[in-house]
T-cell receptor
Framework: DTEVTQTPKHLVMGMTNKKSLKCEQHMGHRAMYWYKQKAKKPPELMFVYSYEKLSINESVPSRFSPECPNSSLLNLHLHALQPEDSALYLC????????????FGQGTRLTVV | AQTVTQSQPEMSVQEAETVTLSCTYDTSESDYYLFWYKQPPSRQMILVIRQEAYKQQNATENRFSVNFQKAAKSFSLKISDSQLGDAAMYFCAYRSALAGANSKLTFGKGITLSVRP
């Protein structure tokens, strides 16, 4: 099973809303990632979790709050977003060492209105 | 810091023909990984092929193969017998082997490949 599952696939939220993006993998990977991707651009790293601990935060605004409840799940809590935060949000997972190629989910298309 | 350059924004290939996508990178490290990812309109980033820097042999996955030139820091992707389903955006990516998952995956800007029937 090489699948990373993200829900929801599409999300429209107002600037005062609170919502969460979810990501799940069952490949036994102990590293999980959130990326933000704008149209026709490469993904930009937001957060890295390694062994369920936040190891990298790429200076992401606090309106994005990640959470890793266990080794299979990764959440991204959203609050008071801006229209410029509209983007495709991709989750990925990998091994921590050795073969660290990242496997990506299908993403959540987020629109902030 | 490492950089990955994909200088061609778009390419087109006739179905059943062969196409080569170019990628160069810059690094001072000797141990690293290189990847090609495919992103079709369905949005999912799909790993196409992987190359370890310490391996001289070029990686091959079915119709996909790479030409890895370590001294020249070049990593091109060849797609043989192109199919309509190969139409997508392709990203070249670099990852240092030193810090495992904490090594940032550095992407090129990507190239949009179209396949003509």
């Amino acid at each position: 099973d090489t699948e990373v599952t993200q829900t929801p696939k599409h999300l429209v939220m107002g600037m005062t809303n609170k919502k969460s993006l979810k990501c799940e993998q069952h490949m036994g990977h102990r590293a999980m990632y959130w990326y933000k991707q704008k149209a026709k651009k490469p993904p930009e790293l937001m957060f890295v979790y390694s062994y369920e601990k936040l190891s990298i935060n790429e200076s992401v605004p606090s309106r994005f709050s990640p959470e890793c409840p266990n080794s299979s799940l990764l959440n991204l809590h959203l609050h008071a977003l801006q229209p410029e935060d509209s983007a495709l949000y991709l989750c990925a997972s990998s091994q921590v060492r050795g073969r660290t190629e990242a496997f990506f989910g299908q993403g959540t298309r987020l629109t902030v209105v | 810091a490492q950089t990955v350059t994909q200088s061609q924004p778009e390419m087109s290939v006739q179905e059943a023909e062969t196409v080569t996508l170019s990628c160069t990178y810059d690094t001072s490290e000797s141990d690293y990984y290189l990847f090609w990812y495919k992103q079709p309109p369905s949005r999912q980033m799909i790993l196409v092929i992987r190359q370890e820097a310490y391996k001289q042999q070029n990686a091959t996955e079915n119709r996909f193969s790479v030409n890895f030139q370590k001294a020249a820091k070049s990593f091109s992707l060849k797609i043989s017998d192109s199919q309509l389903g190969d139409a997508a955006m392709y990203f070249c990516a670099y990852r240092s082997a030193l810090a495992g998952a904490n090594s940032k995956l550095t992407f090129g800007k990507g190239i949009t490949l179209s396949v003509r029937p």
